[in-house]
T-cell receptor, first 115, second 114 residues
Framework: AQSVSQHNHHVILSEAASLELGCNYSYGGTVNLFWYVQYPGQHLQLLLK??????LVKGIKGFEAEFIKSKFSFNLRKPSVQWSDTAEYFCAASLRNFGNEKLTFGTGTRLTIIP | DAGVIQSPRHEVTEMGQEVTLRCKPISGHDYLFWYRQTMMRGLELLIYFNNNVPIDDSGMPEDRFSAKMPNASFSTLKIQPSEPRDSAVYFC????????????FGQGTRLTVV
């Protein structure tokens, strides 16, 4: 079955620390990969996405993610976090088959940044 | 475009009552998704539509849940009768022709069943 795994449930960092959140997917076929962010009390917003091409994807707010096909991974990174990055982060994946796709989310990682 | 619009934003109802959640997708989007978010289970896909047709409802928890999309600009998720364990945030999302784009989420409806 298709699945997305996020191994870090809650990460606590100080401001200016570097961030890496893990994401692994289990799909047979070509996948689209996404990271969404959910700030407290708000809806999900797209941080970045990968469809094809350069495996290093840059998103908004200084975030980036690297697609490593051999490891089935799509980890999210940011070199220096800010207090405003406190939020929940979701990795998601879908199969690139027209008409037969659904977006599957990981369980999310709660990120808390300490000023 | 105003984005995906959900109503109501908050709903408090008594156990046994019927609850209807509404969603207006972004104009021109072919796909519509209903998700449920809880602390215990995270984000779960309940059902999705393509061109108003339900494609996969395997995530709908039980027969008390039903979803319709009578036209391209409106969808409903109904729970009848509601139970306390249905308390969650329900998100609607829409997407253009799937394949190389993301889903756009509404603000969600926070449902509390007492």
């Amino acid at each position: 079955a298709q699945s997305v795994s996020q191994h870090n449930h809650h990460v606590i960092l100080s401001e200016a620390a570097s961030l890496e959140l893990g994401c692994n997917y289990s799909y047979g076929g070509t996948v689209n990969l996404f990271w969404y962010v959910q700030y407290p009390g708000q809806h999900l917003q797209l941080l970045l996405k990968y469809f094809s091409g350069d495996p290093l994807v840059k998103g908004i707010k200084g975030f980036e993610a690297e697609f490593i096909k051999s490891k089935f991974s799509f980890n999210l990174r940011k070199p220096s976090v800010q207090w405003s990055d406190t939020a929940e982060y979701f990795c998601a994946a879908s199969l690139r088959n027209f008409g037969n796709e659904k977006l599957t989310f990981g369980t999310g990682t709660r990120l808390t940044i300490i000023p | 475009d105003a984005g995906v619009i959900q109503s109501p934003r908050h709903e408090v109802t008594e156990m046994g009552q019927e609850v209807t959640l509404r969603c207006k997708p972004i104009s021109g989007h072919d796909y519509l998704f209903w998700y449920r978010q809880t602390m215990m289970r995270g984000l779960e896909l309940l059902i999705y539509f393509n061109n108003n047709v339900p494609i996969d409802d395997s995530g709908m928890p039980e027969d008390r849940f039903s979803a319709k999309m009578p036209n391209a600009s409106f969808s409903t998720l109904k729970i009848q009768p509601s139970e306390p364990r249905d308390s969650a945030v329900y998100f609607c999302a829409s997407s253009p022709s799937w394949g190389r784009t993301e889903a756009f989420f509404g603000q969600g409806t926070r449902l509390t069943v007492v």
